[in-house]
């Protein structure tokens, strides 16, 4: 008797964990989402895939996590550039090629969504991406996704980055882009993106990091991106935009890195940029005219100053040296005169800084 009972415990026992086991699992609808995912994309070199085995997605499957409480997944984390063992065992970058299933989509806790650096993934992102109310991070970047952004991104609320770079995504920047409070980096360098900056950039009052260069961008550059205060980090360069450089940009709290370079921007340099907060300043290989500002101070710390390849005339302006640093300093290319300013940061420059210019003379150039 006493045998039996022991063998109906341990049949409950059994029973029980289980049920347990099952209850711990992630859902099976997440674990065919994720298959149906992986179904889509071919990875040849790395055996990336080779763990996405067994009932539970959560458990040991690379690339993807869960929450501990729902067991649904939270994240996906595959990147083609890493420094794991199974890169440097194999002692190479990854290459991946297929699409982005929109059976992604069917993971509706999905918080993050990284599938970067991977050179060979193709086809668009699905736009039911956008439908994802939880998703925080959304990084393709180093793939050869073509198509748009969703129209609709506008709807993820909570998304804090928001990185397509160095794709072949084409299209315009959704106006529904500036609907998003959270975003803190945007990047999309490096596409065919087309079509002006939208008026109302401004809205992103999150941002930190706009990075918009080598793409075919229009139109002028808004004022209302003067309004995003946490702003530290603007690139507009090599795209096609024209106008002035609005003053406001010199006035922004704690932009360091500004770069205009490569595009067809007018008018004369805002005095607000000398005296600002900017440190990197490239506006190179555009149509700006008129002089150099004769406003530098102490205030004025630049460890670049790009201002080649312009129409800028008149002297160099003797309070450039008033500025606590300048570190690297290019005038060429211009229709500048008369005698380069001794001292610093005069001293430490060599000719390749001052040539191509209508009459400037005096070291590191020719005697005046």
């Given at each position: 008797?006493?045998?039996?009972?022991?063998?109906?415990?341990?049949?409950?026992?059994?029973?029980?964990?289980?049920?347990?086991?099952?209850?711990?699992?992630?859902?099976?609808?997440?674990?065919?989402?994720?298959?149906?995912?992986?179904?889509?994309?071919?990875?040849?070199?790395?055996?990336?895939?080779?763990?996405?085995?067994?009932?539970?997605?959560?458990?040991?499957?690379?690339?993807?996590?869960?929450?501990?409480?729902?067991?649904?997944?939270?994240?996906?984390?595959?990147?083609?550039?890493?420094?794991?063992?199974?890169?440097?065992?194999?002692?190479?970058?990854?290459?991946?090629?297929?699409?982005?299933?929109?059976?992604?989509?069917?993971?509706?806790?999905?918080?993050?969504?990284?599938?970067?650096?991977?050179?060979?993934?193709?086809?668009?992102?699905?736009?039911?991406?956008?439908?994802?109310?939880?998703?925080?991070?959304?990084?393709?970047?180093?793939?050869?996704?073509?198509?748009?952004?969703?129209?609709?991104i506008g709807r993820l609320q909570r998304l804090t980055v928001l990185n397509v770079a160095d794709n072949l995504i084409s299209g315009t920047i959704p106006l529904s882009l500036t609907?998003?409070?959270?975003?803190?980096?945007?990047?999309?360098?490096?596409?065919?993106?087309?079509?002006?900056?939208?008026?109302?950039?401004?809205?992103?009052?999150?941002?930190?990091?706009?990075?918009?260069?080598?793409?075919?961008?229009?139109?002028?550059?808004?004022?209302?991106?003067?309004?995003?205060?946490?702003?530290?980090?603007?690139?507009?360069?090599?795209?096609?935009?024209?106008?002035?450089?609005?003053?406001?940009?010199?006035?922004?709290?704690?932009?360091?890195?500004?770069?205009?370079?490569?595009n067809k921007i007018s008018g004369q340099i805002p005095i607000s940029l000398l005296n600002s907060g900017i440190s990197d300043l490239n506006l190179s290989r555009n149509a700006l005219e008129g002089n150099i500002p004769n406003v530098f101070s102490a205030r004025s710390y630049f460890t670049a100053l790009d201002l080649?390849?312009?129409?800028?005339?008149?002297?160099?302006?003797?309070?450039?040296?008033?500025?606590?640093?300048?570190?690297?300093?290019?005038?060429?290319?211009?229709?500048?005169?008369?005698?380069?300013?001794?001292?610093?940061?005069?001293?430490?420059?060599?000719?390749?800084?001052?040539?191509?210019?209508?009459?400037?003379?005096?070291?590191?150039?020719?005697?005046?």
């Amino acid at each position: 008797m006493s045998g039996v009972c022991f063998i109906q415990l341990t049949t409950v026992a059994v029973l029980l964990l289980s049920l347990t086991s099952a209850v711990r699992s992630c859902p099976p609808s997440d674990r065919a989402a994720l298959l149906a995912f992986k179904a889509a994309l071919k990875e040849p070199y790395l055996g990336i895939f080779n763990s996405w085995t067994g009932a539970d997605c959560c458990h040991k499957w690379y690339g993807v996590s869960c929450d501990q409480e729902t067991r649904r997944v939270a994240d996906i984390n595959l990147r083609g550039e890493s420094e794991e063992p199974i890169f440097n065992k194999a002692h190479r970058t990854g290459y991946m090629t297929g699409y982005i299933s929109p059976a992604i989509c069917k993971l509706t806790r999905l918080s993050s969504f990284t599938i970067a650096d991977w050179k060979g993934i193709s086809g668009e992102i699905p736009r039911c991406i956008s439908y994802l109310p939880f998703l925080r991070i959304i990084d393709l970047v180093g793939n050869k996704i073509s198509g748009t952004i969703p129209p609709e991104i506008g709807r993820l609320q909570r998304l804090t980055v928001l990185n397509v770079a160095d794709n072949l995504i084409s299209g315009t920047i959704p106006l529904s882009l500036t609907n998003l409070k959270s975003l803190m980096h945007l990047d999309i360098r490096n596409n065919y993106i087309s079509g002006p900056i939208p008026h109302s950039i401004g809205r992103l009052r999150m941002l930190s990091r706009a990075l918009l260069s080598g793409n075919r961008l229009n139109g002028v550059i808004p004022d209302s991106i003067s309004l995003i205060y946490r702003l530290a980090d603007l690139d507009l360069s090599r795209n096609r935009i024209s106008g002035p450089i609005p003053e406001s940009l010199g006035k922004m709290a704690v932009l360091a890195t500004l770069n205009l370079d490569l595009n067809k921007i007018s008018g004369q340099i805002p005095i607000s940029l000398l005296n600002s907060g900017i440190s990197d300043l490239n506006l190179s290989r555009n149509a700006l005219e008129g002089n150099i500002p004769n406003v530098f101070s102490a205030r004025s710390y630049f460890t670049a100053l790009d201002l080649s390849y312009n129409n800028l005339k008149g002297s160099i302006p003797k309070s450039i040296s008033y500025a606590s640093y300048i570190g690297h300093l290019d005038l060429s290319h211009n229709h500048l005169c008369g005698q380069i300013p001794v001292g610093s940061p005069f001293d430490h420059l060599e000719a390749s800084s001052f040539v191509y210019n209508d009459c400037l003379c005096g070291k590191p150039l020719k005697a005046c």
